[in-house]
């Protein structure tokens, strides 16, 4: 059996200044397109998207090689759904050869086809799953359609049986808030050894199944360190989930003039200013590396919980992630 030796993002940190004007981590939204048509997602996806797809799989390969001139060696590929994008192979084959280090794919795992499979074992590529519930019913309302659960637990096997670096996320809202704990036992008796929890986002779908915060406060506010994302138009934003703060479009701009603009240095000193570190300083920020654990939606990269960590416990949930904060 294969065992992949994906690198942690903490590898590539840096000084502040870097973190505000540099590029350590890219994320790459191949498609707005989804076979799912979850309740809280923050991208608002679905089988007919109101967005439609601009940027090609040559364009997508050109921001790979951009990305890595400046010194970028981690990159997530997502939608949308990732897998239904024909270029994925062709994109994590590119990545491996620009020498990114971690190289990790963002997919529900409802389709798996064989050759897909083969080429995440080929490039040792770090998966990241979104399972809501042990419970089929329960899972199946989230996303909105019948059997996903089924598919998803079915290729979750498949990814660890081919010894791949699978971690998965259990997104907390109302339809599974009481499921919690069951579903975090449920998905470690699969074999993941990296489980985490975190809760629903007030962004796109997720403002109507969340009772939190919305707008800025939304954010978990860790994308100003050095974190880029790409949509499937061109748009440049600083996280998957900031997209009401846009910096540029690769469509006018090239990746490093826009990395040395202005108006990302303004919108990730903003963002560090008025969401992390005031939840820094409080100790209370799901999403600090310093913290933990990794969620999906903030940290797809960053490691699991570490032993001599003060405010983590391996396999276990600090906490601000206990149940009863669930939303």
């Not at 799953?129 to 199946?140: G, K, L, P, Q």
């Not at 396999?315 to 206990?322: F, I, K, L």
């Amino acid at each position: 059996m294969l065992q992949a030796n994906a690198t942690s993002i903490n590898n590539f940190d840096a000084g502040e200044a870097s973190q505000i004007n540099g590029l350590r981590f890219l994320w790459l939204e191949l498609t707005n397109v989804c076979n799912l048509h979850c309740a809280h997602c923050y991208a608002e996806s679905g089988p007919r998207p109101d967005r439609a797809d601009v940027l090609s799989t040559a364009d997508f390969e050109r921001l790979l090689r951009e990305a890595a001139v400046v010194g970028c060696r981690a990159v997530q590929f997502i939608g949308g759904e990732a897998t239904l994008h024909p270029g994925l192979p062709q994109l994590i084959a590119r990545a491996r050869d620009l020498g990114y280090e971690f190289v990790e794919v963002y997919t529900n795992a409802t389709r798996l086809p064989p050759a897909l499979l083969a080429c995440f074992v080929r490039h040792s590529v770090s998966l990241a799953v979104s399972i809501y519930a042990d419970e089929a019913a329960v899972h199946d309302t989230v996303t909105r359609r019948r059997g996903s659960h089924g598919r998803t637990i079915a290729n979750v096997k498949k990814l660890v049986d081919a010894g791949l670096d699978v971690r998965v996320g259990v997104i907390a809202m109302d339809a599974n808030a009481d499921r919690i704990e069951p579903t975090l036992a449920f998905i470690r008796d699969l074999g993941v050894r990296r489980v985490s929890v975190d809760r629903a986002r007030g962004i796109g779908r997720g403002a109507d199944v969340t009772r939190g915060e919305t707008g800025l406060q939304a954010l978990c506010g860790s994308c100003w360190k050095g974190r880029l994302c790409i949509a499937p138009d061109g748009v440049v934003s600083t996280c998957i989930m900031s997209k009401a703060w846009p910096v540029g479009t690769v469509l006018d701009s090239g990746l490093a003039d826009l990395i040395e603009s202005t108006s990302l240095r303004d919108v990730r000193r903003m963002i560090r200013d008025t969401v992390w570190e005031p939840r820094h300083a409080a100790d209370r920020d799901p999403c600090d590396p310093d913290g933990c654990p990794p969620t999906l939606i903030c940290h797809p990269s960053d490691p699991p919980c570490q032993p001599d960590n003060p405010y983590c416990v391996p396999d276990a949930r600090p906490p601000h992630h206990e149940p009863q904060r669930a939303v």
